[in-house]
């Protein structure tokens, strides 16, 4: 999925979460989003998921303008945010047949969709356990099942790699993630980790006070003049001096 | 136990200030936040009291329409309803509170934690004293004292207040937590009404006063000031009797509910599981193969089987296509429970049902006042908050369930529309019910049913935007607010038209006027929801991530 924002306001009393915001993501990308705290990475990514409304600016999905109402275009994406929205009485399995249901992908064969990703993601004896007693890792990925089994054109999601999912949790999303790019469909996440951000993107997002300051593909970014040496650890390094003078 | 250091925190404060002032930019971002912080509306609850309480002290003074068993009526409703509020409170401070959470899991013993927990439930409780301080200056001042009456009140206020705390730890000891706030509701309810109205419940303020002298310690101050005639040597004695059995038992119930709380183990663990339920999880884990079987039966795809529900679910489904079936189940997140519910109620509502009848003729005069108190229940056992409109635990800003899902805002509003309906119609038929057993089948008593029957029909729509718009931000667009406000004001001048006229076209007009706004306002709404007019989170705008 084509991802376009134009000129994307967010204002906040104080100050603008988001500023003029405008970036392109050709489909069939991994995109990672990198930012200090407080940067306006999750806004920009709730804006995406429309639970955040722009003040001004367009968000368009494949050349069509997404507004809350367009369920066509958003039943093509999923957010799937840091605490993932899922009642913790259900089982995994409850949360999946649901959301599929919520998606309407409950065609005939998808139980066997469902069956080899609960087992990728070491869920399957847990299939049945309600979520309040599984780990926050555990959660995160039975949320992550859904995300997969409903398998978007676009997926939204926050902070993967600090859910609390273990390494094999991790490998599968990654895993995924790359298969579903080549497939066409585009991935973004947040991330403050760099060097996930650098070994698992095709570019690399950096937003700083609401302003996008680079999209580049990792190794370019690194060639960036204005970065100093290389690496995204310089880059930070040199947003933290801005930041702190 | 100390929880906090002043002199580190007054050093840290110090040192950070240097910090911020030393940089343009952080003391740019300091001024920010702190305009923010100023900038943000909030209400005080404290404001809310004296806005109460003003309005009794202004009714009593100037307007004299309030008298003594008006006043008797309120403190003993109010008695009632804090009693059972603060029992809630004292639960809620040691069972529920996150800080007991966070003491769990830091080496603070469990005796120090309780005394911290207990100091702060007193810390917080003191309000009843102001409470009743004005409530018996009042009674006071109508008895015929003047300046006095402030200090006497005050007074007695401090004696409520104490019997208050020693009633809620008493009902912490020996009952159930899970219904205190149920209870408290309808009798602080109850004593807005006799508050707003109470002039046209003569019959019933004289038949609560006649009450009152059995609630410890009312009927023990209403009898050493002469307020309450009480007849037999055992009612002169009760009062006395019931305040001392209530004092005496209290330090019991407070050991009690000490050793209950010493003993418990935590309830938390440190992600904030609950142990029972993990050992609970564990039992249900089951074999890679029968987990496969159990996935490929399809089972949980197919959801909800609402003919096997029950009875209310099996006729309530019926008013549901299957995409709303779907959103419905989502959005109660579990199996709705209406009969299961309206079964283990119906003693309550046969009870209900009966006491009016049974009492009419005796030395209840007017056999409504049943009717909020009963109608609240009726409606708590009937109505099931949709979790779908709650907002996930989790740290930061958080969206509800349902934003975050594929969830059209009219499959949203037709669920909740039916849901709230279907409510509504067994409400009805209850209060239909009961008014038939309360003697209520007059002309006038139909006609105001009918009103009301007709005001709950008119409310629907609202009650959509009602369940939505607190978990957004959007009453911070001026135009919408303004828009909303304009809206109000049409439904309200059509509510006031369709209650107070007398000519039917009047009543008629007034009636659509507020239906039309109503429903213009749920249209509205939904336009601007699905045109992303406002935010899914309930940000002020100072909030960013």
């Given at each position: 999925m084509k991802i376009e924002l134009q000129g994307i306001v967010k204002q906040f009393k104080s100050r603008r979460a988001l500023d003029q915001v405008c970036l392109t993501i050709e489909p069939g990308q991994v995109v990672a989003l990198l930012g200090l705290n407080g940067a306006g990475k999750t806004t920009l990514l709730r804006c995406l998921a429309g639970t955040v409304a722009p003040d001004q600016g367009r968000i368009v999905y494949?050349?069509?303008?997404?507004?809350?109402?367009?369920?066509?275009?958003?039943?093509?994406?999923?957010?799937?945010?840091d605490f993932p929205a899922i009642f913790e009485e259900w089982t995994p399995l409850q949360h999946i047949g649901m959301v599929l249901r919520l998606y309407e992908l409950a065609q005939p064969g998808v139980e066997d969709r469902v069956v080899e990703l609960l087992r990728e993601l070491d869920l399957l004896p847990l299939a049945e356990v309600p979520l309040a007693t599984l780990s926050r890792g555990q959660r995160y990925k039975a949320a992550l099942a859904a995300l997969l089994a409903v398998n978007p054109k676009l997926w939204l999601v926050d902070e993967p790699f600090a859910s609390g999912m273990d390494p094999n949790g991790i490998n599968a999303f990654k895993r995924r993630a790359r298969q579903a790019a080549a497939k066409g469909q585009t991935i973004l996440y947040t991330t403050q980790i760099l060097d996930a951000a650098e070994r698992f993107s095709d570019h690399v997002c950096v937003i700083h006070r609401g302003v996008i300051r680079a999209y580049e593909s990792a190794a370019e970014l690194r060639k960036d003049p204005h970065a100093a040496t290389s690496g995204l650890d310089d880059i930070f390094s040199q947003l933290r001096e801005e930041e702190v003078s | 136990m100390t929880l906090r250091g002043w002199s580190f925190e007054a050093a840290a404060r110090k040192r950070v200030r240097a910090e911020v002032f030393a940089s343009e930019s952080l003391r740019q971002e300091y001024r920010l936040a702190r305009a923010a912080a100023k900038g943000r509306p909030s209400m005080p609850p404290g404001v809310y009291r004296l806005l109460f309480m003003?309005?009794?002290?202004?009714?009593?003074?100037?307007?004299?329409?309030?008298?003594?068993?008006?006043?008797?009526?309120?403190?003993?409703?109010?008695?009632?309803?804090?009693?059972?509020?603060?029992?809630?409170?004292?639960?809620?401070?040691?069972?529920?509170?996150?800080?007991?959470?966070?003491?769990?899991?830091?080496?603070?013993?469990?005796?120090?934690?309780?005394?911290?927990?207990?100091?702060?439930?007193?810390?917080?409780?003191?309000?009843?004293?102001?409470?009743?301080?004005?409530?018996?200056?009042?009674?006071?001042?109508?008895?015929?004292?003047?300046?006095?009456?402030?200090?006497?009140g005050l007074a007695f206020g401090v004696v409520q207040w104490v019997f208050i705390m020693a009633t809620a730890v008493c009902l912490v000891a020996f009952s159930r937590p899970n219904h205190f706030t149920p209870l408290a509701l309808p009798f602080q309810f109850a004593a807005?009404?006799?508050?707003?109205?109470?002039?046209?419940?003569?019959?019933?303020?004289?038949?609560?006063?006649?009450?009152?002298?059995?609630?410890?310690?009312?009927g023990?101050?209403?009898?050493?000031?002469?307020?309450?005639?009480?007849?037999?040597?055992?009612?002169?004695?009760?009062?006395?009797?019931?305040?001392?059995?209530?004092?005496?038992?209290?330090?019991?119930?407070?050991?009690?509910?000490?050793?209950?709380?010493?003993?418990?183990?935590?309830?938390?663990?440190?992600?904030?599981?609950?142990?029972?339920?993990?050992?609970?999880?564990?039992?249900?884990?089951?074999?890679?193969?029968?987990?496969?079987?159990?996935?490929?039966?399809?089972?949980?795809?197919?959801?909800?089987?609402?003919?096997?529900?029950?009875?209310?679910?099996?006729?309530?489904s019926r008013l549901l296509n299957a995409r709303e079936r779907t959103v419905a189940e989502f959005m109660l997140a579990a199996e709705p429970g209406w009969t299961l519910r309206l079964r283990r109620m119906s003693p309550f509502l046969l009870l209900a049902l009966v006491m009016p009848w049974l009492f009419r003729h005796r030395w209840l005069p007017n056999a409504e006042l049943f009717l909020p108190v009963w109608g609240l229940m009726g409606a708590a056992a009937i109505i099931r908050t949709a979790r779908g409109f709650e907002v996930p635990p989790g740290g930061g800003l958080r969206s509800p369930y349902y934003a975050n899902y594929p969830i059209e805002f009219w499959e949203l509003a037709r669920v909740a529309l039916k849901i709230n309906l279907a409510s509504t119609f067994v409400l009805l038929l209850f209060f239909l019910v009961l008014y038939a057993a309360s003697g209520g089948f007059q002309v006038r008593a139909i006609e105001d049913g009918l009103r009301w029957a007709a005001v709950a029909m008119i409310a629907q729509p609202l009650l959509v935007i009602a369940a939505i718009s607190p978990r957004t931000n959007d009453a911070q667009d001026r135009g919408f607010a303004w828009s909303a406000l304009a809206l109000l004001l049409v439904l309200l001048g059509g509510g006031v038209a369709f209650f107070m006229a007398a000519k039917w076209w009047v009543v008629a007009l007034g009636g659509l006027l507020a239906a039309g706004a109503s429903v213009l306002g749920l249209v509205l709404y939904g336009r601007s929801f699905n045109r992303s007019r406002f935010d899914l989170v309930p940000t002020r705008r100072t909030d960013a991530d």
């Open positions: 494949d050349g069509q303008e997404f507004v809350r109402g367009r369920m066509d275009l958003r039943r093509q994406f999923m957010f799937l945010p | 003003g309005f009794l002290v202004l009714l009593a003074v100037e307007s004299k329409e309030i008298t003594v068993e008006n006043v008797v009526a309120i403190i003993l409703l109010w008695t009632l309803g804090t009693m059972f509020y603060q029992a809630s409170h004292l639960y809620a401070a040691l069972y529920d509170e996150d800080g007991v959470i966070v003491y769990d899991y830091l080496p603070i013993s469990d005796t120090a934690i309780f005394r911290l927990q207990w100091r702060r439930f007193l810390r917080g409780s003191g309000w009843p004293i102001f409470d009743f301080a004005v409530a018996y200056s009042v009674l006071l001042f109508q008895a015929g004292l003047t300046w006095r009456a402030v200090t006497g807005l009404v006799i508050l707003s109205v109470g002039y046209n419940l003569s019959s019933v303020c004289t038949w609560l006063e006649g009450l009152a002298w059995s609630v410890p310690p009312v023990w101050i209403l009898q050493s000031l002469g307020v309450s005639e009480i007849g037999g040597a055992l009612q002169r004695l009760w009062p006395g009797l019931a305040s001392a059995v209530v004092l005496a038992l209290s330090p019991i119930a407070f050991g009690r509910v000490r050793r209950a709380f010493l003993l418990s183990e935590p309830t938390h663990t440190s992600d904030g599981r609950i142990p029972e339920i993990l050992e609970f999880g564990e039992r249900l884990a089951m074999s890679p193969e029968d987990a496969r079987a159990a996935i490929q039966r399809r089972q949980f795809l197919a959801g909800l089987n609402w003919d096997e529900a029950g009875l209310v679910e099996r006729h309530f």
